[in-house]
């Protein structure tokens, strides 16, 4: 373990020492110590299954350590209760944060203590005053008469945070929060998180996204395999030097290493329009091409990948693969046409969690597999499952597993399987590295590249600007439903500033 | 990659009702005189060849994600209709004087409820309704339009021939049980091989990614309640062949809340994709050997439907740890 720490200001919210967690048959934490300061936002970053949230359950009261001492807010605890941990000032803010939804902000804020008027009656101008101020303390304004449900993603985690703040927290444990959220909100939550840490509160910051970690930790601790390999300055640290500690080996930046050479054209869009969504979108992928599309969240390339797969309608224009119309109205004609489509909610569109690995990975080759009286034929299954498992590194104690026992980026890699052994012409994948560890994104890098020398032609829609720099052949950005950009991979202006500037509808000099 | 030795708590949470079963058996074996008879055996298989049928109409619905609440009133309309068809008597004893000849009417009926199937998924999957409320109804209607043929009269005077799915044998042991159990190893086997198992548990598992996968979510739930609606109408053949005449449509009164109590026993989840046809089994098997066990030893009626709803609580509250276990699986 290496430390590398200057002395901070200020006093420690939390210190957590030596703190061991052994599961049976895992050692989830060994000897783990953490620090974090007022005024400090602390980056906690490591693969699925490093201890994060282990460690996250301990501070919260949720789980027992084995061994260490934890110290919030100058009191020493052997282990903690929930409700200690509330009272120490700890508040946990999910991903998507949990309040009554249905109800006005002014409500989620005052649960509980609303004032009351002269007959015991609720006094709502009191109650949306007081709440509008207490948020403006905050430097906070949300419209407090709004339901929670009809608040964007951003503010509902603000408004989450405000409310631990409210009930005396001092240190905010952030879970992945900005991963459901477009750039511009990102912006505004991390505005809102500075502002708050100027005002001595403590966050420990949990993230996948290693590239936000320099641009709002001050230090950053990482675990891998139950252990702190590292707790540094995020001024010390640099994307390559972080990924190789997170990722436990020396993973350089992924280059794929196939390019498409000039050749036939696979999936050809032309004056494709679906009004409200997108407009006028003309491309064309060639066999063995990976290219990228990339937007603000509603800038059209979602609907526009779940249009092509026939999960929606797809308007008026003509879409050609291989050279013959592309007619699918729904995923199955997609796939028997050639089009198979990963999507971003692979829990919701890609698996059935409680069915064993082996099922998912051929549901929709099934056809292809049955027998006599449309009876499945299993041996034949096991063998073309077995090849895929190998194929793309799926770690599972069987095929017989249920996916829902997976890790995550394996069962992302089920997904996977079940697209490829489609055997498609062309893929379109949507937000593929989303939420999944370092290693498995390497994984899935080495799969689509792989794929691509096969000759499918892969469409990557993804908001992941250096991963579609590296993987991709060509960049292609949209801006309020038109693509507006085009990017050649190795070309001096291909740069994340660039795309990012016209994702975000600028660059006037735009010429395609 | 498991954690070397079986997973023990996993293996008895899935067998459980099993140990259940046999815990009561025993007890009733010990405990009521006359239980452990031949003849008592066979009227607990008798008691459960009705009821299992239905079952596994009801089964293969929640594997979907859906209840089939209307079965009950399939199966009374099919016995009045049965009656109505068949009988020399006139409308004004409850007939229709058609006198059709049992060839005939089998069909007939496996029509009307294959129909009140598809009629149960097209509301559904097509319109949009929620398939509790709209199976609920229909199993209202269906026992009005019973009602409204028979005009309240009873039916008796059938021909032996309808009759002998429900009461003849086959050497010592009754058609009916042979039938049910013939269905149930059928249907057993067939959803756990077939394309239409796979679609079926992949539907109710996630409807979403089985239409991602390629699969017609709306097409399988029609199927299902098709497969539950003919399962019905043989039910019925078959009650009105045991109890010998139609009893102005009451016929199957109570079966709904006692197939879905049979499935979750057994260890059917409700919100669909889990479960199998050997859970539904063991559920009415359960369900047969307690209340003849209850009448054997002569408990007062008035105890034995909280006795029935002791047992659904416990079952349910196995379920409820099923799903919340999780075996240790080493991460990747």
């Not at chain 1, 280059?255 to 869009?269: D, F, G, I, N, P």
Request: aromatic share 8%.
């Amino acid at each position: 373990m290496e430390t590398n720490v200057e002395a901070q200001r200020g006093v420690p919210v939390l210190l957590a020492q030596g703190i061991s967690k052994v599961f049976p048959g895992v050692r989830a934490l060994m000897d783990v110590d953490l620090e974090v300061h007022e005024g400090e936002i602390h980056g906690l970053v490591g693969k699925n299954g490093a201890g994060k949230s282990t460690l996250v359950r301990i501070l919260m009261g949720l789980e027992q350590p084995d061994a260490g001492v934890i110290q919030l807010d100058g009191r020493r605890f052997r282990s903690i209760s929930p409700s200690e941990a509330l009272k120490a000032g700890v508040a946990y803010v999910p991903q998507h944060a949990s309040m009554m939804d249905s109800l006005t902000v002014a409500e989620n804020i005052l649960a509980g203590a609303m004032p009351k008027g002269p007959l015991g009656l609720i006094d709502w101008n009191a109650v949306y005053k007081e709440s509008t101020e207490r948020l403006g303390r905050l430097g906070l304004h949300l419209d407090v008469h709004k339901p929670v449900e009809g608040l964007r993603v951003a503010e509902q985690t603000m408004l989450a945070i405000a409310k631990a703040l409210f009930g005396k927290a001092r240190l905010i444990i952030l879970d992945e929060p900005t991963a459901p959220l477009p750039r511009a909100d990102i912006n505004r939550l991390f505005g809102f998180i500075r502002s708050l840490k100027d005002k001595g509160i403590a966050f420990i910051y949990i993230s996948h996204h290693l590239e936000e970690v320099f641009e709002i930790c001050d230090r950053v601790t990482v675990l891998r395999d139950g252990r702190v390999v590292a707790t540094r300055n995020a001024t010390d640290l640099n994307m390559a030097l972080l990924t190789q500690l997170v990722a436990g080996e020396n993973v350089r930046e992924y280059e794929r290493k196939s390019t498409a050479q000039e050749v036939s054209k696979v999936l050809e869009v032309i004056a494709l329009t679906r009004r409200g969504h997108y407009e006028d979108i003309n491309f064309t992928v060639g066999q063995g091409e990976v290219i990228g599309i990339s937007g603000l969240h509603g800038c059209g390339a979602e609907a526009l990948g779940a249009a092509l797969f026939g999960l929606e309608g797809r308007g008026v224009g003509e879409v050609l693969i291989n050279g013959r119309p592309y007619t699918a109205r729904n995923p199955h004609e997609a796939l028997e046409q050639g089009l198979a489509y990963l999507p971003q909610d692979r829990y919701r569109f890609g698996l059935v969690g409680f069915r064993p690995v082996r099922e998912n990975v051929t549901y929709s080759i099934l056809a292809r597999l049955l027998g006599l009286f449309n009876i499945v034929k299993v041996s034949e299954e096991r063998r073309v499952v077995q090849e895929y498992l190998d194929g793309l590194g799926i770690v599972t104690p069987s095929q017989e597993q249920m996916v829902r026992f997976l890790s995550g980026g394996n069962q992302q890699k089920v997904v996977f399987a079940k697209l490829a052994v489609t055997r498609p012409s062309v893929l379109i994948l949507h937000e593929p590295t989303f939420g999944i560890d370092v290693r498995s994104k390497l994984d899935i890098f080495r799969i689509i590249d792989e794929l691509s020398t096969q000759g499918v032609a892969i469409v990557i829609i993804s908001t992941e600007v250096r991963e579609l720099i590296s993987v991709c052949d060509r960049i292609l950005v949209m801006y309020q439903g038109r693509i507006t950009e085009e990017f050649e991979k190795g070309h001096p202006r291909t740069t994340p500033e660039n795309i990012l500037r016209a994702m975000e509808g600028g660059n006037n000099h735009a010429n395609r | 990659m498991r954690t070397g030795r079986t997973d023990w708590v996993q293996f008895i949470l899935n067998r459980f009702i099993w140990f259940i079963i046999l815990g009561v058996f025993l007890f009733f074996a010990v405990r009521a005189k006359g239980f452990l008879t031949g003849l008592n055996m066979i009227n607990i298989l008798l008691h459960g060849s009705v009821l299992g049928l239905v079952t596994i109409g009801q089964a293969i619905c929640l594997f979907s994600g859906n209840f089939d609440l209307s079965a009950e009133g399939t199966v009374s309309l099919v016995t009045v209709l049965a009656g109505w068809l068949m009988v020399p008597s006139g409308w004004w004893e409850g007939g229709g004087g058609w006198e059709l000849h049992p060839f005939i009417t089998i069909p007939l009926l496996l029509l009307v409820g294959a129909g009140a199937g598809w009629l149960n998924g097209f509301m559904i999957t097509r319109l949009g309704m929620n398939n509790f409320i709209v199976t609920l109804a229909m199993q209202l209607v269906l026992r009005g339009i019973g009602l409204f043929i028979c005009k309240g009269f009873n039916i008796s005077d059938l021909p032996p021939l309808f009759r002998w799915l429900g009461n003849g044998r086959i050497g010592p042991v009754p058609v009916q049980i042979i039938f049910t159990g013939l269905a149930f190893v059928g249907f057993h086997l067939f959803l756990g091989h077939s394309s239409f198992g796979r679609q079926l548990y992949a539907v109710g598992g996630n409807k979403d990614a089985a239409r991602a996968s390629g699969f017609n979510p709306e097409r399988t739930i029609t199927t299902a309640y098709i497969i539950s609606g003919v399962l019905a109408a043989i039910a019925g053949w078959m009650l009105l062949g045991r109890v010998g005449e139609s009893v102005s449509a009451v016929l199957g009164t109570g079966l709904t809340l006692e197939t879905v109590a049979a499935a979750v026993i057994g260890g059917v989840a409700l919100k669909g994709g889990y479960g199998s046809i050997g859970n539904a089994f063991a559920g009415v098997v359960l369900l047969s050997v307690v209340d003849n066990g209850l009448n054997v030893m002569e408990v007062d009626p008035f105890w034995v439907n909280g006795i029935r709803g002791f047992i659904i609580l416990v079952a349910l509250l196995v379920e409820a740890q099923k799903f919340r276990y999780k075996p240790k699986v080493a991460q990747a």
